[in-house]
């Protein structure tokens, strides 16, 4: 990882939490840091991805809304996907 590092994060794992995590990061070619840090992240977008509320500054309100009321860009494929009966193959 090339970023400066700003915060340090300590934590404890019970033995064969710490043995299943180093096992990974090593499968992975990484050091156990920046597997524990990838892995944080990951769960971190995921959580946050699955918010139902959004907070936009007032400073972006009008182009969030610009981008809410754009008409949407054609997708062919999830159409035919949407349009195609369930089970049918």
Known sequence: MSAARDDRLAVQLPADSAGL???AA???GMSLE???VEAMKRYAQEV???RRLFRVPDTDWSAFEALLDAPSAD???LRRLLDDEPGAE
């Open 21 to 23: 995590i180093r096992s």
């Open 75 to 77: 997708a062919p494929r």
């Open 26 to 28: 090593e499968g992975e």
């Open 34 to 36: 920046d597997f524990a």
């Open 48 to 50: 946050l991805a699955d």
